[in-house]
Structures are given as C-alpha cells and as structure tokens.
C-alpha cells in the first residue's frame, strides 16, 4: 500500500458526460501529479500540483482540469468525454518537487 | 527531450531463469532512471532508481539494473525468476528526477513459467 488513495476503482459513463476523479495523497505529501494510462498512448503524465498551485502540465486535454484543495486532496474533472478518453488514471504524490513519487492504485474510467 | 525504449514488449522466462528486461533511454542532460512494476489491477510500485550515485543499482525483490552510459541503457536483472515476478515492468527517465517530467517506456510484460 503506498498510501495514496484514489477513488473510486472503477467508473463506467456515457459519452458526452463529465466525471470527476478524487486523489488522496500521503500524509505529508505536497505534490500531486495525475498520469493517464491507455493502451494506444501508455503512460502518460498530464498535470502535477504543489501545495495548492498548479506547477507543470503535460498532455492534458483542454476538457481536463485538475485542482488541489488546502487540505491537500486532488481532484481531476474530465468533460465532454469521448470513447477515447477510456484508460486508467494514475495519481502520485511526493513531499517534495524532486523527490520520489509514491502511486495510487489508479482509477479505470471506461467511456460507452 | 527524453524519451525511452523498452525492448521486447513480452518476455517469458522459466521459474528460476535469469530475468533480462531491456531499456534504453534517450536524454540531453545525465538522467534520472527508474524501474517500476505493475502488479495486475495495482498501481505502479518503485523498484529501483539510478541517481548517478552508482551505475549498479539494487532495488527490492531481488532485482538490479546497471547504468551503462556509452550503450545509453539502463536494462533490470534478477539472477532467478519467481513466480510472483509476473507483472508489467515500466522502464521511466526524468531529466530532473521529478515524477512530473517521468517519460515512460511503453512496458514489457514479464510471464514466469513453471
């Protein structure tokens, strides 16, 4: 168990609608990043937040938005869904801006 | 830009056979390489990190991997393979060692036959 939880598992929409996924990070832990895992595209990152701040974006659709809230939980909200936005969507966190990135178990959104 | 290769998109070894899976990285500055696993319907678990420290790097489960600068690689080993290896292994490079700037290999699958 890393310590980062995300829910929920599992999510089934209909396109066009809008979901939003929740991110605990670990006790201590400041920065949250979000990665999307999908077959064609892999693993890939899309936003990182630190302590409340946006700090990097990836490959983040301009449907998709993410937030960190004072209590440090993250959210990423994704819009406008398509067939092909279906994939596993990781959050990590980490104490610091350069130090190690702990996992959650990831959320598997799948789009009908 | 970094970018990274994982060759072999499947790998089976025996039970008890040496466990080779291949990367190679692409990076303009000394990078920060990482092994991690995904154990089915898990997240990404850390197994071992290069940090310019040493270019041998052990990690847990028994695996290491060996930075080798001239050949840009940064291939995994265990000497005996379990059953409980089983699992996708992700090959990442980050030219700052941040998981925001993490580029990840597309993965290689590791069967463990009995």
């Known amino acids: 168990d890393s310590g980062v939880t995300q829910t929920p598992k599992h999510l089934i929409t209909a396109t066009g609608q809008r979901v939003t996924l929740r991110c605990s990070p670990r006790?201590?832990?400041?920065?949250v990043y979000w990665y999307q895992q999908s077959l064609d595209q892999g693993l890939q990152f899309l936003i990182q937040y630190y302590n409340g701040e946006e700090r990097a974006k990836g490959n983040i659709l301009e449907r998709f938005s993410a937030q960190q809230f004072p209590d440090l939980h993250s959210e990423l909200n994704l819009s406008s869904l398509e067939l092909g936005d279906s994939a596993l969507y990781f959050c990590a966190s980490s104490e610091a801006m350069n130090t190690e990135a702990f996992f959650g178990q990831g959320t598997r959104l799948t789009v009908v | 830009a970094q970018s990274v290769t994982q060759l072999g998109s499947h790998v089976s070894v025996s039970e008890g056979a040496l466990v080779l899976l291949r990367c190679n990285y692409s990076?303009?500055?000394?990078?920060?390489l990482f092994w991690y696993v995904q154990y089915p319907n898990q997240g990404l678990q850390l197994l071992l990190k290069?940090?310019?420290?040493?270019?041998l790097v052990k990690g847990i489960n028994g695996f290491e991997a060996e930075f080798k600068k001239s050949e840009t690689s940064f291939h995994l080993t265990k000497p005996s393979a379990h059953m409980s290896d089983a699992a996708e292994y992700f090959c990442a490079v980050s030219e700052t060692g941040s998981a925001r700037q993490l580029t990840f290999g597309s993965g290689t699958q590791l069967t463990v036959l009995p």
């Open positions: 006790s201590g832990d400041l920065s």
């Open positions: 990076s303009s500055v000394p990078p920060y």
């Open positions: 290069y940090t310019s420290a040493a270019t």
